[in-house]
T-cell receptor, first 114, second 113 residues
Framework: AQSVTQLDSHVSVSEGTPVLLRCNYS??????LFWYVQHPNKGLQLLLK??????LVKGINGFEAEFKKSETSFHLTKPSAHMSDAAEYFC????????????FGSGTRLLVRP | DGGITQSPKYLFRKEGQNVTLSCEQN?????MYWYRQDPGQGLRLIYY???????QKGDIAEGYSVSREKKESFPLTVTSAQKNPTAFYLC????????????FGPGTRLTVT
């Protein structure tokens, strides 16, 4: 079965400093992986997606993630945090049954201090 | 602009009343989904539809019903049988090719008192 584990429920950074949100996956093969962001009372927005074409994936708003098969990780990074980055971030893997439902990590809430 | 719309944004109902949440997409996707989100929790799948006139129960379908009469529309009815209907409801549609990512609407917050 596919699953993802987000290692931190909360991450706090200062504006202008790097962001690291950690995600490990469990799969019997190399999966597709996504990162979504959710601002308060909003829907989820796709930040980036890994499809095995390249291990370093660039997304919107300056975010990127690196797929590391040896570590079964797909951590999300950004060189310099902005106040508008404060939100909840979900690491997600698509299920491989006929529903193609998304399997969500528990989420990481990013706090950005001025 | 292509996307998914949900209405209303906020909905208040009394216990015992059925309520229908609207979801419309113009992305030309065949597959659509309804998820429920509770505070501090991830998203749980209620129903999904892979094609017009067909839909399947998800993980928490009890107390909910759906229809899929048009490709663009996938309304969700929260019935009086749903024991804890107060939640944030999200609709999504899915691409038809790998990696099968989903695109979400802005959500409807339902409060039942």
């Amino acid at each position: 079965a596919q699953s993802v584990t987000q290692l931190d429920s909360h991450v706090s950074v200062s504006e202008g400093t790097p962001v690291l949100l950690r995600c490990n996956y469990s799969s019997s093969y190399s999966p597709s992986l996504f990162w979504y962001v959710q601002h308060p009372n909003k829907g989820l927005q796709l930040l980036l997606k890994y499809t095995s074409a390249a291990t370093l994936v660039k997304g919107i708003n300056g975010f990127e993630a690196e797929f590391k098969k040896s570590e079964t990780s797909f951590h999300l990074t950004k060189p310099s945090a902005h106040m508008s980055d404060a939100a909840e971030y979900f690491c997600v893997v698509p299920g491989m049954d006929s529903s193609y439902k998304l399997i969500f990590g528990s989420g990481t809430r990013l706090l950005v201090r001025p | 602009d292509g996307g998914i719309t949900q209405s209303p944004k906020y909905l208040f109902r009394k216990e015992g009343q059925n309520v229908t949440l609207s979801c419309e997409q113009n992305l030309n996707h065949d597959a659509m989904y309804w998820y429920r989100q509770d505070p501090g929790q991830g998203l749980r799948l209620i129903y999904y539809s892979q094609i017009v006139n067909d839909f399947q129960k998800g993980d928490i379908a009890e107390g909910y019903s759906v229809s899929r009469e048009k490709k663009e529309s996938f309304p969700l009815t929260v019935t009086s049988a749903q024991k804890n209907p107060t939640a944030f409801y999200l609709c999504a549609s899915r691409t038809g090719f790998p990696p099968y990512e989903q695109y979400f609407g802005p959500g409807t917050r339902l409060t039942v008192t």
